[in-house]
């Protein structure tokens, strides 16, 4: 294993998308995109300019007849508990 | 510590502490410790139908691991102060 700085790890790469908008998938099946304004070892994160989706499955008796629903909620800035995160990403433009 | 410190700067401000059990807790920031537990004063829950148990509640105490998100005042965060603390914190050897 290489020494000194040129060695990242993970969160290092967090780090280069601080100011930026990012994805981050968290447990509950809820998602947020927001730009990324603080973070530490937790993955505790302050979002600005937060959208959250929330899935909703509802399952029914026949298979076809199941519905997959969203909600959509949003917060000017939002503190995010690291227990939570899934993962983080850029944000994917669809 | 960093959210520590985070936290602090807003003692004062009105926040709603969304829990992981889906209740929101609106109120004002009194401390909050390095465990990211927090004092609120003056709370009200957001669908008091719901939870009527908590309806007489003044001051509350919420253990740093059950909340989700604490929603804050964008105007409350200074957030070119939080990206270099946030570069600073990631940083330093742990």
Known sequence: ?94 | MLFYSFFKTLVGQPVVVELKNDMLIQGTLVSVDQFLNIKLDGVRVEDERKYPHVASLKNSFIRGSVVRYVHIPATAVDTALLQDAARKESQQPK
Request: aromatic share 4%; net charge negative.
């Open chain 1, 1 to 94: 294993m290489a020494t000194g700085s040129a060695v990242e790890q993970p969160l290092d790469l967090v780090r280069l998308s601080l100011d930026e908008r990012i994805y981050v998938k968290m447990r509950g099946d809820r998602e947020l995109r927001g730009r990324l304004h603080g973070y530490d070892q937790h993955m505790n994160m302050v979002l600005g300019e937060v959208e959250e989706t929330i899935t909703i499955v509802e399952p029914s008796d026949q298979p076809t007849e199941g519905s997959i629903q969203t909600v959509k909620k949003n917060y000017e800035m939002l503190f995010v508990r690291g227990d939570n995160v899934i993962l983080v990403a850029p944000p994917m433009r669809s």
